[in-house]
Every structure is written in structure tokens, then in C-alpha cells.
């Protein structure tokens, strides 16, 4: 694909970046699954299993877009993590420092979603620019949620 004026990335770049993260997230929301701990176990436990859940929907939804648009999405551990703006886990983190970390993760995937749609609706590729916006509004709501959940 192209580079246009609007964006320095192309929207195979993007969309590949979106895919490692998501990918990076999906291993990384496992982890929390298995290893919170503490008084929030039972209602974490079963949010992170929703949200891995999620994560490999939209690996997949993302995937199959960039290979419809000619494109070759990342599918190893190594393109993931060389990729993606998400970090692992750490395996210490505690119940509180989880939601946190997820919470940053989805604010910065959220904002990297902006440029995507810019680019996909300045392309007159709707149907990627609809995708990402769900993607995005779906973000939204989680960081809603999350944040109430730790009472902000």
C-alpha cells in the first residue's frame, strides 16, 4: 500500500501494529487471568478471560482485513513483539497494577486507532475505517469501566 500525505505509516503498517498488539494483550491478559490474587480474584478472573476473549476476536477480524487488502498480517511471537506498542507482563503485578496496565494499554491503542481510521477513511476504505471505529469504541467503554472500577 501506498503512503499518502496524511499519515507517515501505511495502513498494512497500522493494522499489523494493531495485530501485535492485540496478540501481545491476548498472552498478557492470560497471564493476569492466571496470576491475580488477593480479595478481587473472582471478578478480575472472569474480566480478563471476557477480555482475552475479545482480544482474539479482534486479532482475527484484523488479520483477515490485512490479507484482504493484499496485506501480510504478523503471526510469530518474535513480529508480535517487535511490533506492537503493548508491553508483556511483568508476572509481578498486583490485582490493582493489572487494571492499570490494561488501562494504559487500551488509552494508547485507542489513540493509535485514531490514525488508522484518519488514513482508511482519507483512502475511501470505509469498511477498514468502520472496523477500527468499533474497535475503538469498544476501547472506549472498557476504559470507562475499568476506570470506575478502580474509582475514578
Known sequence: MARTKTSARTLSEILNA????????????????????????FELHEK???LYNEAAEHIDVLAERLLALQGKPASTMRDFLKLASVAEASGDETADQMVEAILRDFAAMKEEL?????????QNDTSTADMLTDIRTSLEKHIWMLSAYLGR
Not at 494493531?18 to 480474584?41: I, M, P, R, T
Not at 485514531?114 to 482519507?122: N, P, Q
Open 18 to 41: 494493531q495485530v501485535a498488539n492485540w496478540a501481545v494483550l491476548y498472552f498478557k491478559l492470560h497471564s493476569y487471568h492466571w496470576y491475580v490474587k488477593g480479595d478481587k480474584f
Open 114 to 122: 485514531k490514525e488508522g481510521i484518519r488514513l482508511a477513511e482519507s
Open 48 to 50: 480478563f478471560e471476557q
